[in-house]
């Protein structure tokens, strides 16, 4: 299995580091000479930081040994199974880009973006190999953080989204599929949602930067590395999501009207919702998953009383 990757930055850079990983070859390319120096000594701290902290099956060397960098994009694109694009965040940057990766690969050859908000739609416009061209953003850094969102654009092949997950899950990470194109896609608008509020909070006041950050790493953080903010709530209520819906909505409809924003959840909602989660777990298994909870938060505060979260107040 070969992996072309284009753009020799920080994320092209992690993502070397899980294909390689899994056991994959990579190609790395740059316009720029310096940055793929630059990414090779970037790689091999990575890999010694894994291999420290046990995550590395084999020798750093043995992992970095099966990441080339070159100097020719068709190098770097040659027979490889898919391409991630790791290219600044610039749509006339990455439009061109695609235009050569069109040329240089053939029929059946993902073309992934590790873009942050930029849709697939927008970047194959006027591409003749549009129906190739999605979104895989990964989160940050992917090497620690296995989740990918795939996004394809409505021109793009099912079979290309596919076979890419099948990719991104044979190197370890957890693919994840977005029904729509929509900007910032799932990850950025979660964290955008929590960032607009967090400074909405502070300009109004009401907390402080380190306090603030000492709620979501101490309490929210925490609990979100376990479990998901449905799943959260679902545990938090007894009864489930719906019971959690009809005692909190009103108040969380008033705190989004407060900053303009009017997204009730409504009956159908909440049932779309409730009738997921259920699927997931059935509600006369509830108290055994609080108690998996709460063992998984058990390890992680044992976890924190060996090594302390670092406090920012000094």
Not at 185 to 206: K, M, P, S, T
Request: glycine content about 8%.
């Amino acid at each position: 299995m070969t992996i072309g990757i284009a753009g020799a930055g920080s994320i092209g850079v992690a993502m070397a580091v899980v294909f390689a990983r899994a056991g994959q070859d990579v190609r790395c390319w740059d316009p720029f000479p310096d940055a793929c120096h630059r990414a090779a000594t970037e790689l091999d701290d990575r890999l010694d930081r894994l291999h420290r902290g046990g995550l590395l099956d084999e020798d750093p060397a043995a992992v970095a040994g099966r990441v080339s960098f070159v100097g020719r994009l068709e190098v770097a694109v040659e027979d490889a199974d898919l391409v991630q694009e790791c290219a600044p965040e610039r749509l006339d940057v990455k439009q061109a880009l695609y235009a050569r990766l069109a040329e240089l690969t053939g029929a059946g050859v993902p073309l992934a973006s590790s873009s942050s908000a930029l849709r697939a739609g927008l970047l194959a416009e006027g591409n003749g190999a549009a129906d190739r061209i999605l979104v895989a953003h990964p989160a940050n850094p992917p090497y620690l953080l296995p989740v990918i969102e795939l996004v394809p654009s409505t021109a793009t092949d099912p079979s290309i989204t596919r076979a890419a997950a099948e990719l991104y899950a044979g190197a370890g990470l957890h693919p994840i599929a977005l029904h729509r194109e929509v900007e910032g896609f799932v990850f950025n608008r979660l964290q955008g949602a929590v960032l607009r509020e967090a400074y909405c909070l502070v300009r109004d006041g009401v907390v402080d930067v380190a306090d603030l950050d000492a709620v979501v790493t101490l309490g929210l953080g925490r609990r979100w590395s376990v479990i998901g903010p449905f799943e959260t709530v679902d545990l938090n209520t007894r009864g489930g999501i719906e019971a959690h819906a009809e005692k909190m909505g009103p108040a969380y409809e008033r705190m989004g009207r407060e900053r303009g924003q009017h997204d009730p959840w409504t009956p159908d909602l909440v049932a779309t919702v409730a009738a997921q989660r259920r699927a997931l777990l059935p509600l006369e298994e509830w108290d055994r998953r609080v108690a998996w909870r709460d063992e998984r938060l058990i390890e992680r505060a044992r976890a924190d009383a060996v090594e302390p979260v670092p406090s920012a107040v000094s």
